[in-house]
């Protein structure tokens, strides 16, 4: 289950990948030639495919329209460790497939869904 903007949504996970950054600010070499940096902070980025087939169409149709909404940000809640995390992210979609199209039925699969933290989720103390 991942949640968007407070809202729930039951859906089947086929991959999930999660990626770390570590960023940092005042990058450079001294004379010694030791490579320093600052280290700011640790963003968590996520890539989930959907199983589609797990939603009923309307279900997927809501979801759809939320993942694709003209907006800065989401607040989404996702799997970490055993637990859960939640940040500000931007929502990245990319395409889905038609699987069925019948008269005035149409059900979608292979959607992937990129969620990249717009702010550190682990800061330096």
């Not at 004379?31 to 997927?60: Q, R």
């Not at 889905?96 to 969620?115: E, M, P, Q």
């Amino acid at each position: 289950m991942i949640t968007i903007d407070g809202v729930g949504y039951k859906i089947g996970i086929i991959k999930l990948t999660r990626k770390a950054t570590i960023s940092y600010e005042n990058h450079g070499i001294t004379l010694d030639g030791i490579e320093h940096a600052d280290p700011l902070g640790t963003y968590y980025d996520y890539e989930a495919t959907i199983n589609a087939l797990a939603l009923n169409v309307d279900e997927y149709d809501r979801l759809y329209e939320v993942l694709t909404a003209p907006v800065e940000y989401h607040f989404v809640t996702l799997p970490y460790g055993q637990e859960t995390i939640s940040f500000r992210a931007r929502v990245k979609v990319s395409n889905d497939n038609i699987n069925a199209n019948y008269k005035n039925f149409r059900s979608w699969t292979g959607l992937k869904i990129t969620f990249e933290a717009i702010e550190p989720q682990r800061q330096v103390d």
